[in-house]
């Protein structure tokens, strides 16, 4: 690591973060201009993944726990792609159509997580893009180099 004064302001060159979008095989194509996760040094960023089958069709019905189950699916899926886990993962944000939901899919989140339990945001919204769909889930994982 070098450091660089100029002026007021220093400045620390070290490792230089290359930034790697990640596509998985078996996930369906973003329905926006999007990709399902991108890795930039340790971190790993996941694009909200919802109940869908690598079709693109909604899986569960109106069933939230199913469709829980199955967006957890399609996390661990890219996280899996990237070479990680969700052991690995720092942080995460759920979106419920009804935040009363959250009591019927913590045992699903309970079953992925483990005994890791990450920072976590909960967010109650008014629809998905996937109509039907009623959960979305981010996250933030840090993945060795």
Same mark, same amino acid.
């Given at each position: 690591m070098h450091e660089l004064r100029l002026h007021d302001r220093l400045i620390i060159l070290g490792t230089v973060a290359v930034r790697e979008e990640i596509r998985v095989a078996g996930m369906p194509e973003p329905i926006s201009?999007?990709?399902d996760a991108v890795r930039v040094g340790?971190?790993?960023f996941v694009s909200g993944c919802v109940? +869908?089958?690598a079709g693109g069709r909604l899986v569960g019905g109106d069933d939230v726990v199913e469709q829980a189950r199955q967006t957890?699916?399609?996390v661990g899926a890219v996280l899996e792609a990237a070479g990680s886990s969700f052991a690995? +993962? &720092?942080k995460v944000t759920i979106f419920l159509t009804d935040v009363d939901d959250r009591a019927k899919i913590n045992p699903v989140r309970q079953e992925v997580f483990g005994e890791t339990r990450p920072a976590s945001t909960l967010v109650e919204v008014s629809r998905l893009a996937i109509p039907g769909a009623k959960i979305e +889930?981010? &996250?933030v994982a840090v993945v060795g180099t």
């Open positions: 201009h999007y990709t340790d971190l790993l109940p +869908v089958d957890f699916a399609n690995d +993962v &720092a +889930v981010e &996250a």
